[in-house]
T-cell receptor, first 114, second 116 residues
Framework: EAQVTQNPRYLITVTGKKLTVTCSQN?????MSWYRQDPGLGLRQIYY???????DKGDVPEGYKVSRKEKRNFPLILESPSPNQTSLYFC?????????????FGNGTRLTVT | AQTVTQSQPEMSVQEAETVTLSCTYD???????LFWYKQPPSRQMILVIR??????QNATENRFSVNFQKAAKSFSLKISDSQLGDAAMYFC?????????????FGQGTTLQVKP
């Protein structure tokens, strides 16, 4: 089944403790991206990747890192999480970065930083 | 910069009735795509419908249809014969046709309640 898989679904951590949210897609998509969802703000892009080893910042990149060593994987890294990073996170992928390629989303990761 | 606005934080509809969710957007681009995504309580983001800006004909998918008014920059979603399973948060989104970031720009979302 074609899908984007994120893990974990839920994560509770403390301020400053490094964490990684994994994302993997099995559709051979070139483009991958991370979003965060906050009430009243919709979803906002954190980072994106056009292809292997090509990543760039989105609208809200502060406090996050990503890597794209393989085409299928695009982990989101929080080196020193803070409470303002408590949010719902989505990984997404598409064939290309143009509008004609619909984004496929993972099932989300609910992160709480205390 | 492109923006997407959903001015209705919450809507409700009686089962089997019709409801329309509003969305406006702002862009100076001519090549773009518009989307409606559904997010049920399971949090999954489900693509409901897509509209290409160059197409004049409004997109339809079963009980879901859009009213795309390009000059007014309006993109509303109509749900006919509403069902309990339609209860969810709905997001309107915009993506440039040729984008160097691939960014999907989302509205704030509208929570739809369906009453039995």
């Amino acid at each position: 089944e074609a899908q984007v898989t994120q893990n974990p679904r839920y994560l509770i951590t403390v301020t400053g403790k490094k964490l990684t949210v994994t994302c993997s897609q099995n559709m051979n998509h070139e483009y991958m991206s991370w979003y965060r969802q906050d009430p009243g703000l919709g979803l906002r892009q954190i980072y994106y990747s056009m292809n292997v080893e090509v990543t760039d910042k989105g609208d809200v990149p502060e406090g996050y890192k990503v890597s794209r060593k393989e085409k299928r994987n695009f982990p989101l890294i929080l080196e020193s999480p803070s409470p303002n990073q408590t949010s719902l996170y989505f990984c997404a992928s598409s064939i290309g970065q143009g509008g004609s390629s619909p984004l496929h989303f993972g099932n989300g990761t609910r992160l709480t930083v205390t | 910069a492109q923006t997407v606005t959903q001015s209705q934080p919450e809507m409700s509809v009686q089962e089997a009735e019709t409801v329309t969710l509003s969305c406006t957007y702002d862009t100076s681009e001519s090549d773009y795509y518009l989307f409606w995504y559904k997010q049920p309580p399971s949090r999954q983001m489900i693509l409901v419908i897509r509209q290409e800006a160059y197409k004049q004909q409004n997109a339809t998918e079963n009980r879901f249809s859009v009213n795309f008014q390009k000059a007014a920059k309006s993109f509303s979603l109509k749900i006919s014969d509403s069902q309990l399973g339609d209860a969810a948060m709905y997001f309107c989104a915009y993506r440039r046709g040729s984008s160097n970031t691939g960014k999907l720009i989302f509205g704030q979302g509208t929570t739809l309640q369906v009453k039995p």
